[in-house]
């Protein structure tokens, strides 16, 4: 497998991306402060974490006693530079602008 | 969010040269912000950057002052070519000129044949701004750009295929 596969792979779960999105908000969690949020076992959300730091898009670091998994964006950034350039981008970010202001008014 | 924001990347490439390319203003002075990168490689010694001309020429057309030193800093821990621990400021930005030091870790670890895994720890407790500033932004045009996620993406270009980003 790829760095791009494992990535891809791990993202296309919607608890791994509900992980991130809750490190996304609040990043240096704990294993049972993620735990509470999911209705999960324990062994199943450390399993997805595991899926998601081998692919890069999760980083644990030890402080004292407690893993904290901390939101890498750096895969996330690769995958954007490799289909967005910069002239694009100014065309993506108006449209998604768009979208989102179109949406609240409704 | 948390006073910690860490960013890895896999890059295949020596951690000779990539501590090379992390510590040399030649190296530095091409990718990422292209701003070069002064470091004395000691416990104590000084760190700094200073402003590109294309940085010069933009805040003037744009009427701000711009500091010679954009960055400044000191050595904590240098051991080539596995680690460097420094402090960091960013001196650009007035907002963020006035905020304390933050501390930016540098790890290289060899992760398998000739490739190295590389992570940046920046902890910038009572340092919003520059918290803000190194996260990046996504949309385009905006000031700060794509921090330090964008940078290790230019890196690793450069490492890998001699090309940066924004030349591919």
């Known amino acids: 497998m790829t760095d791009d596969d494992r990535v891809f792979k791990a993202l296309a779960d919607p608890s791994r991306r509900f992980l991130l999105d809750l490190l996304f908000a609040r990043d240096g969690r704990t294993l049972t402060e993620l735990e509470r949020e999911l209705e999960m076992t324990r062994f199943g959300v450390a399993k997805h974490l595991r899926v998601l730091e081998e692919a890069g898009l999760v980083v644990v670091r030890r402080s004292g006693r407690e893993k904290l998994h901390y939101l890498n964006p750096v895969p996330i950034r690769q995958i954007h530079d490799r289909w967005i350039d910069k002239f694009t981008e100014q065309h993506v970010t108006a449209l998604i602008d768009l979208k989102r202001t179109l949406e609240e008014e409704s | 969010m948390s006073d910690t924001q860490v960013f890895r990347i896999w890059i295949k490439a020596s951690a000779d040269r990539i501590w090379t390319a992390i510590t040399d203003p030649e190296w530095t002075a091409k990718y990422g912000y292209a701003a070069p990168q002064f470091y004395e490689l000691q416990k104590g010694g000084r760190f700094h950057s200073t402003a590109t001309e294309e940085m010069k020429a933009y805040s003037e057309a744009n009427g701000f002052p711009l500091p010679e030193v954009i960055l400044d800093g000191e050595v904590l821990e240098s051991e080539p070519p596995r680690r460097l621990v420094q402090t960091w400021r960013m001196l ?77």
């Open chain 2, 92 to 168: 650009m930005d007035p907002t963020t000129a006035a905020e304390p030091f933050t501390t930016l870790t540098y790890d290289i670890e060899e992760s398998g044949p000739g490739v190295c895994r590389v992570t940046i720890t920046h902890e910038t407790p009572g340092a919003p701004a520059t918290a803000a500033m190194i996260r990046g932004n996504t949309d385009a045009g905006a000031e700060g750009g794509g921090g330090w996620a964008w940078v290790l993406s230019d890196l690793k270009s450069l490492l890998e295929t001699g090309k940066v980003l924004a030349s591919a």
